[in-house]
């Protein structure tokens, strides 16, 4: 079965300092990668994705991800973070194989005032 | 907009219980699944369908059965709840393809056994 790791499971940051959240996969084909943002009471909602072209994708809110096939990963990026960005994030892959989606654990974002 | 809804947002039930859970989406999408939601366990996928009278399991179906009759209306059916099944339960949708494509999510069902 296809895996997805999300290493931290708990960041706290302060306003205005810069975020990275890492993701990695493990399937080896084509895949088609994402990152969900679930804000606190809230569903889960697309922040962005990749599916082909231009490994760096831009999403909502400022966020960015790249993709780096060599390293099976996805980070999430954002140069400078909110209190609104207080949520938990998933990053999910899904292949063309097949429909299912693998989501990571999770990383809860603190973002302090 | 993609709509998704759940048929409750909060459930309690009674260990032995037979509980359902309803799914609607409006958008015409031919895949729907079911995930629970666990803290440090991110996204488990219960099962899933493809099109209407079509399932298949995803990686933790065990004490779980789905129905989907009708294309819009996905059904996850807890055959006999246990406390373990405690947990929240996410609704998704998606537009049909080879995994293409992105997955819009329901609000939740948050079901409690007791």
């Known amino acids: 079965a296809q895996s997805v790791s999300q290493h931290n499971h708990h960041v706290i940051l302060s306003e205005a300092a810069s975020l990275e959240l890492g993701c990695n996969y493990s399937?080896?084909?084509?895949?088609?990668l994402f990152w969900y943002v679930q804000y606190p009471g809230q569903h889960l909602q697309l922040l962005l994705k990749y599916f082909s072209g231009d490994p760096l994708v831009k999403g909502i809110k400022g966020f960015e991800a790249e993709f780096i096939k060599s390293k099976f990963s996805f980070n999430l990026r954002k140069p400078s973070v909110q209190w609104s960005d207080t949520a938990e994030y998933f990053c999910?892959?899904?292949?063309?194989?097949?429909?299912?989606?693998?989501f990571g654990s999770g990383t809860k974002l603190n973002v302090k005032p | 907009d993609v709509k998704v809804t759940q048929s409750s947002r909060y459930l309690v039930k009674r260990t032995g219980e037979k509980v359902f859970l309803e799914c609607v989406q409006d958008m015409d999408h031919e895949n729907m699944f079911w995930y629970r939601q666990d803290p440090g366990l991110g996204l488990r996928l219960i099962y899933f369908s493809y099109d209407v009278k079509m399932k298949e399991k995803g990686d933790i179906p065990e004490g779980y059965s789905v129905s989907r009759e009708k294309k819009e209306r996905f059904s996850l059916i807890l055959e006999s709840a246990s406390t373990n099944q405690t947990s929240m339960y996410l609704c998704?949708?998606?537009?049909?393809?080879?995994?293409?494509?992105?997955?819009?999510f329901g609000p939740g069902t948050r079901l409690t056994v007791t």
């Open positions: 998704a949708s998606t537009t049909g393809g080879t995994g293409s494509y992105e997955q819009y």
């Open positions: 399937y080896g084909g084509t895949v088609n």
């Open positions: 999910a892959v899904t292949t063309y194989s097949f429909n299912k989606f693998y």
